[in-house]
T-cell receptor, first 106, second 112 residues
Framework: GQSLEQPSEVTAVEGAIVQINCTYQTSGFYGLSWYQQHDGGAPTFLSYNALDGLEETGRFSSFLSRSDSYGYLLLQELQMKDSASYFCAYGQNFVFGPGTRLSVLP | IAGITQAPTSQILAAGRRMTLRCTQDMRHNAMYWYRQDLGLGLRLIHYSNTAGTTGKGEVPDGYSVSRANTDDFPLTLASAVPSQTSVYFC???????????FGPGTRLTVL
């Protein structure tokens, strides 16, 4: 089977850096994706890692270590608008983690 | 149409009634998906379709059916709704070449 684990909540202050971790268990591997979802909205794609290492997209970066079955999303220069839920997702037919709710405080 | 649309936006339904949630995309994506999202449980895959004419079961398919007669449309049908099907339903699509999914705005369904 496939499963992903994430922390349920993370809190940080504006301007800070926060890391959201994701660990997974799977019999195969097709890459790890990250999605953002604001309350009442739809998930939107942030980043994808097919190979080990860091992928950077503006203030957001994502890291993958396939040997450790582990990845993380790094958010820099946090802004109030970054308050949202963040999901890691795996696989060709997309198994999603339970989500991490990020609260950014002034 | 731009991207993915879903209809209705929200619906209150009596238990036992039949309901079809509509999903249409204009990006010519081969793959389409239906998820339900419940508080604390994240997104769970109900059914998927990798290409027109084919469908597959996801993690929670019981009580739901889908069809994929063409590339653009992927309706989800609840044959006889039950209260446990109260949820927010998201349709998504991907081109299959990348691992990016594009989500519709969702349908909030309440079954009483």
């Amino acid at each position: 089977g496939q499963s992903l684990e994430q922390p349920s909540e993370v809190t940080a202050v504006e301007g800070a850096i926060v890391q959201i971790n994701c660990t997974y268990q799977t019999s195969g591997f097709y890459g790890l994706s990250w999605y953002q979802q604001h309350d009442g909205g739809a998930p939107t794609f942030l980043s994808y890692n097919a190979l080990d290492g860091l992928e950077e997209t503006g203030r957001f970066s994502s890291f993958l270590s396939r040997s450790d079955s582990y990845g993380y999303l790094l958010l820099q220069e946090l802004q109030m608008k970054d308050s949202a839920s963040y999901f890691c997702a795996y696989g060709q037919n997309f198994v999603f983690g339970p989500g991490t709710r990020l609260s950014v405080l002034p | 149409i731009a991207g993915i649309t879903q209809a209705p936006t929200s619906q209150i339904l009596a238990a036992g009634r039949r309901m079809t949630l509509r999903c249409t995309q204009d990006m010519r994506h081969n793959a389409m998906y239906w998820y339900r999202q419940d508080l604390g449980l994240g997104l769970r895959l109900i059914h998927y379709s990798n290409t027109a004419g084919t469908t597959g079961k996801g993690e929670v398919p019981d009580g739901y059916s889908v069809s994929r007669a063409n590339t653009d449309d992927f309706p989800l049908t609840l044959a006889s709704a039950v209260p446990s099907q109260t949820s927010v339903y998201f349709c998504a699509s991907s081109d299959g070449a990348s691992d990016t999914q594009y989500f519709g705005p969702g349908t909030r369904l309440t079954v009483l």
